[in-house]
């Protein structure tokens, strides 16, 4: 699984660990009129490269959502090589975003066939790295090019046929991270999206998962939340959110309960919501019975 850790554990890696690489990860809503690459420019962890989410995404005009993952192993392993990154790295993610967007990032190359046990996200993000006095720098150096084996691990993501599928004959369960307003049918700012949610899904805002200074709550008061809302954690789980940035932060929460069996729906409520009502959807907003996993 991967791993958390805090500002000191990352300051000990950067000075010990040859193999080794800090991105960047912030991403922000358009809305928010916020760069991430330059604010990275302007300041960052000393030695930290930016990793691009979007460069990740479907260049294919005729890809029906924006954040739709690559799938061309070659170009994949191109982009991270290109980073300076090899496959037996131990890569440290963080963000300076309100979206967690870190999250995303490390669950990409959990999919892109990365050891999870070599990745690892700092608790706090660059607040965290700051009130601790870690070393900064600005400016953007030069990545050395290394060789990069992508192997995509399709059991971590799911598609809209999927969740179709799951929807009449449910064998995982469904949790929304979007904003509990939104779930219940609030407005969506998304032209051509209607409100509302996956019926049969479970709601929980992904804000749920943070303390007042954005680090993670302790891993077991997570799992009394998730429980208190009524999911089996011995069954499967898939996260949704509006399109695909933010449910991983529910997934690295899995991840550190060491649950085996969970995935993210990639097109989210962005695909979801754009799709005609079904006839039946409105009747089927009862939750479904899940069997528990064998494990």
Not at 59 to 66: R, S
Not at 237 to 242: A, D, L, Q, R
């Amino acid at each position: 699984m991967p791993w958390l850790i805090n500002a000191a554990q990352l300051d000990k890696f950067r000075k010990s660990q040859k193999s080794l690489i800090i991105l960047d990860a912030s991403w922000h809503m358009p809305a928010d009129n916020r760069n991430a690459k330059d604010e990275f420019v302007e300041k960052h962890i000393l030695d930290a490269k930016f990793f691009d989410i979007d460069a990740f995404s479907d260049p294919n005009p005729e890809a029906p959502h924006p954040h739709m993952l690559l799938k061309d192993d070659k170009v994949i392993g191109d982009k991270l090589g290109a980073m300076g990154i090899r496959n037996d790295y131990k890569i440290i993610f963080y963000d300076n975003s309100k979206l967690h967007s870190a999250c995303r990032a490390l669950w990409m190359l959990k999919m892109f066939g990365h050891n999870p046990q070599q990745l690892y996200l700092l608790d706090g993000g660059l607040n965290a790295w700051t009130q601790y006095g870690g070393k900064m720098e600005s400016g953007e150096a030069p990545a050395s090019p290394k060789e990069y084996t992508a192997k995509t691990q399709d059991q971590y993501v799911r598609t809209l046929s999927q969740m179709k599928s799951n929807l009449h004959n449910p064998k995982e369960q469904v949790v929304d991270v979007r904003h509990a307003v939104r779930y219940a049918g609030g407005p969506e700012l998304r032209p051509g999206v209607r409100p509302g949610h996956i019926p049969g899904s479970f709601s929980f805002p992904y804000t749920s998962l943070f303390d007042k200074n954005d680090c993670w709550r302790p891993i077991e008061k997570i799992r009394m939340q998730l429980t208190g809302i009524g999911l089996d954690l011995t069954a499967p789980i898939v996260s949704t959110c509006g399109s695909g940035m933010s449910a991983p932060t529910l997934n690295f929460a899995l991840d550190l309960l060491e649950h085996p069996h969970h995935a993210v729906y990639n097109g989210s409520w962005n695909e979801w919501g754009a799709e005609k009502l079904y006839a039946n959807e409105l009747s089927l907003d009862e939750r479904p019975v899940i069997r528990s996993l064998d494990v």
